[in-house]
Structures are given as structure tokens and as C-alpha cells.
């Protein structure tokens, strides 16, 4: 009498709860966490290095950069440029505002430096390897990997963190996805509860 009802709405919910759509999982990933972009501070100059292995990006994630526009810029290059810290080739995209988000859209290794001549060489730049959606890493391109600027996100597993606490508040994002999958795990069980429950 009172648990039929009772029963029905719960599963209606619940299958509205599991039928309702993902619109993205997506996440957006504070560059530098709180240190944001900016020269790495004498302390921590892999900052970005460090940054990048310690973070599993994924298609459609984003990047925010934060830094005071007056006094840097985010820009997008090659390989070769970022290995040289040149600013001779004009930058693939270059973003000026101080709150920048960049979407990986594609598979691919994106190469983050400072637009402001002299930062890259004092460790402001940034390597992010996003692996194709079947979670294959894509080969580096050929005068990307080999001086010795990031390990490549196969390996990142074992790069030794020398300073400070690991960037954990970075993860955030990927914390979220596994509470938000076994929220929908959870649902499921209790659905198939019910189901036995009534059967
Ligand atoms: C990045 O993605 C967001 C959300 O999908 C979109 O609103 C924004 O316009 C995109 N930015 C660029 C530069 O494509
Ligand atoms: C994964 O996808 C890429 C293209 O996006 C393809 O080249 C590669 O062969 C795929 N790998 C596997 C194991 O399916």
C-alpha cells in the first residue's frame, strides 16, 4: 500500500536522473592553479612543467590563463618555438585579456608560452598533451620532444616532484567527474534495488 507508490515515484525520478542528458564533461582547468601565469617564482621554476604532468587532459576540456594584461599575454606556438624561446614566427593564437580560456578542441600537443620577450626563458611556458578520444597520445612532433622541456604524458606518471605540495586543488575538476560518474552508479543500484525489491 504505502510502498508502491512510493516505489513509483522514486523510479521516476531516478530514470529521470539517468535519463537526463550530459550536456558536458567537460572541464576547465586553472593554469598554474593558484600561482596562475606569470614567471615561475625562484621556488618552483617547473611550475608549468609540473602543472602539465600532474593533470590528465581530455577533448573539450579548456584552460584558463589568469595574469594582468598590462604586464603579459598568453601565445600559442610551435615546437620549435617553444623549445628556442623564440618570438621570431608569429604565434599560432595569441590572447591578450588576462582571463583566457582555450579549448582543446583536438587531439594533439598545444605549446604555451608568455608573449613577453624574456619570460620564456625564465620558465613561463606550458606543454599540454591532449590525447584522441580513444585515449591513444597522438607522436609529438618531431623538434617537440627531445629537448628535454616536458615529458611527454605517457611517462608523466613517474616525474618526480622536487618542490612544495603536489598541485592537488588543480584536480578538481577531475574529482568532480568521478563524484558526478558514481552519483550516476549510485542511481543505477538503486534503481535495480527497487526493481528487485518489487519483483
Ligand atoms: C570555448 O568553448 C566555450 C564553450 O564551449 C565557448 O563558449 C567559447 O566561445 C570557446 N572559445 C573559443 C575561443 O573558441
Ligand atoms: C585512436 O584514434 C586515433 C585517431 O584519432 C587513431 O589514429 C588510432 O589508431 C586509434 N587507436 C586505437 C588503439 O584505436
Not at 573539450?60 to 598568453?74: A, E, K, M, R
Not at 622541456?149 to 588543480?170: D, H, K, L, N, R
Request: hydrophobic share 45%; charged share 10%.
Amino acid at each position: 500500500m504505502f510502498r508502491a507508490p512510493f516505489g513509483i515515484i522514486m523510479s521516476a525520478a531516478l530514470l529521470l536522473l539517468l535519463l537526463q542528458p550530459q550536456s558536458c564533461w567537460c572541464y576547465e582547468y586553472r593554469v598554474g592553479d593558484l600561482d596562475c601565469w606569470g614567471i615561475p617564482p625562484h621556488s618552483k621554476p617547473l611550475l608549468y612543467t609540473s602543472w602539465s604532468v600532474n593533470h590528465r587532459f581530455h577533448l573539450g576540456d579548456s584552460l584558463l590563463f589568469l595574469y594582468p594584461p598590462s604586464q603579459d599575454s598568453v601565445i600559442q606556438v610551435t615546437a620549435r618555438a617553444f623549445n628556442s624561446c623564440s618570438l621570431a614566427e608569429p604565434p599560432l593564437q595569441k590572447l591578450h585579456d588576462g582571463n583566457s580560456v582555450f579549448n582543446l578542441t583536438a587531439p594533439g600537443y598545444y605549446y604555451f608560452t608568455s608573449g613577453v620577450a624574456g619570460h620564456c626563458e625564465k620558465d613561463q611556458k606550458l606543454v599540454v598533451a591532449v590525447p584522441s578520444a580513444n585515449g591513444t597520445f597522438l607522436p609529438p612532433p618531431a623538434d617537440g620532444g627531445s629537448a628535454g622541456v616536458a615529458a611527454a604524458p605517457g611517462e608523466s606518471q613517474s616525474y618526480p616532484i622536487v618542490f612544495g605540495p603536489t598541485p592537488a586543488q588543480g584536480s578538481s575538476g577531475a574529482a568532480a567527474a568521478t563524484a558526478a560518474g558514481s552519483a550516476v552508479a549510485a542511481a543505477a543500484a538503486l534503481l535495480l534495488a527497487f526493481v528487485l525489491s518489487v519483483a
